[in-house]
């Protein structure tokens, strides 16, 4: 139990929505220890949307995977090649795939729409216990997200205000990737 709550402790010490992805596939990749866990965003509209890798982590990864920010939405793979995936979004409901390997889909978002996809795969299905670990880990990642929200925008424009437009463009001048920071650049691997 106190792994969990360490977890989250880590989960809702950032400020940074990049990194919040990181943290939580790296705590359920911890917990769960499956195959793979990874978020996948939805990018771009019509039939142009497509899936963005926002954070992937195998069970040797050491730092996890995403695409660029600047990645040429024609590389990326559009949303019907993953029908699961658009399954899940769809339908904002978790979707269980037996396998083998097994996968799991759980939305992500917030009360009004899913933007996003966390995926599991594992080698078996996941367990009651194990699904209803992370729709907990969910639930606080989904407030904390709408804390976030609440907290860089304006309440009357909906606009970023100037702290976070300023960070934003402090990494966008930086050239960061997502979930990387100024210091892991520093920092030798």
Known sequence: MSQVVDHLAELTGYRDR?????????????LLRPREVAIYRRFGEGDDARWMTRARL??????????GLWADPATLP???????RLACLQQQAPLALPGPPALALFPLGNERESTGVLEVLTPAPLDPEQARLVGSI????????G???????????????????????????????????????DTPP
Request: proline letters at 5%; aromatic letters at 6%; a negative charge.
């Open 58 to 67: 195998g069970p040797d990864d050491r730092v996890p995977a995403a695409d």
């Open 18 to 30: 990049d990194v919040l992805d990181v943290t939580l596939v790296s705590a359920l990749r911890d």
């Open 78 to 84: 559009a949303l019907h090649a993953h029908p699961e």
């Open 138 to 145: 969910l639930r606080v990642y989904r407030n904390f997200q």
């Open 147 to 185: 804390l976030l929200d609440y907290s860089e925008r304006d309440t009357l424009t909906g606009l970023l205000n100037r702290k976070t437009f300023d960070e934003n463009l402090g990494k966008i001048l930086h050239g960061l990737t997502p979930g990387e920071s100024s210091l892991s650049r």
